[in-house]
C-alpha cells in the first residue's frame, strides 16, 4: 500500500485546540506512507495546539482555514478526536459545512472517537451505521444513525471508529477507502 494514495491530498479537519494527538498523527502518517499528501485545515491561520488527553502536546502548522478552503481541492478526509477538538469545531459554521459537502458529494470521510459530532453536525448521519467514543452513542442514535460497538465500522463513504486503540484497524481501513 506504499503508493495507495499516490496523488491524492486528504484533509485533516481541526479545532485550534483540543486535537487529540495520536489521532492526528497516526493516521497523518499512514497517508504519508500510501504516498498521500495531507493537508491541516483549521477555523484561523498558524498553529494548532494538540493534547494527550488532557496535557498539552505538540502543535502543528496550519495549510488552510475552512472559509478558505474548498473540498473539491481533496480527495478525502480525516476528522481526529478528542473531546474538545469536534466540540469546539462543530461552532464553527464554515468547518460544518466543509464537512457536510464531502459527505454530500460521496467523498470518503474518516472519523474516530469523539469526531462524529460534526457528522452530527453536518446532519449526514440519518440511516447510517457507525461506532465512536461510547458516549456518543446516544447521540447518534438520536441523529438517527445506527450505533455499533466495532473497532471500526464503514457505511458508504463513512469509516469510523472509537478510540486510540483501534488505530491500527482505523488507518488500514482508512487507507484502503481513501484509496
Known amino acids: 500500500m506504499s503508493d495507495a494514495l499516490q496523488g ?35 477555523t484561523e491561520t498558524g498553529k494548532v495546539q494538540a493534547f494527550n488527553h488532557l496535557d498539552k502536546a505538540d502543535v502543528f502548522d496550519v495549510d488552510a482555514t475552512f472559509d478558505d478552503a474548498d473540498a473539491d481541492d481533496y480527495d478525502g478526509l480525516v476528522l481526529p478526536g478528542g473531546v474538545a477538538n469536534p ?44 461506532t465512536s467514543w461510547p458516549s456518543l452513542q446516544t447521540d447518534l442514535r438520536n441523529a438517527g444513525a445506527e450505533w455499533v460497538d466495532e473497532a471500526v465500522v464503514r457505511d458508504g463513504n463513512l469509516v469510523t471508529s472509537r478510540k486510540p486503540d483501534d488505530l491500527p484497524a482505523f488507518c488500514e481501513a482508512m487507507v484502503r477507502h481513501f484509496a
Open 87 to 130: 466540540d469546539r469545531l462543530r461552532m464553527d459554521p464554515d468547518a460544518v459545512a466543509f464537512v457536510r459537502s464531502f459527505c454530500l458529494a460521496g467523498k470518503p470521510v474518516a472519523a474516530i472517537c469523539h469526531a462524529p459530532w460534526m457528522l452530527i453536525e453536518a446532519d449526514v448521519v440519518q440511516g447510517r451505521r457507525l
Open 8 to 42: 491524492k491530498t486528504v484533509a485533516f479537519a481541526v479545532a485550534q485546540e483540543g486535537i487529540e494527538q495520536v489521532e492526528l498523527t497516526e493516521p497523518w502518517e499512514a497517508v504519508e506512507k500510501a504516498g498521500g499528501t495531507p493537508r491541516l485545515v483549521s
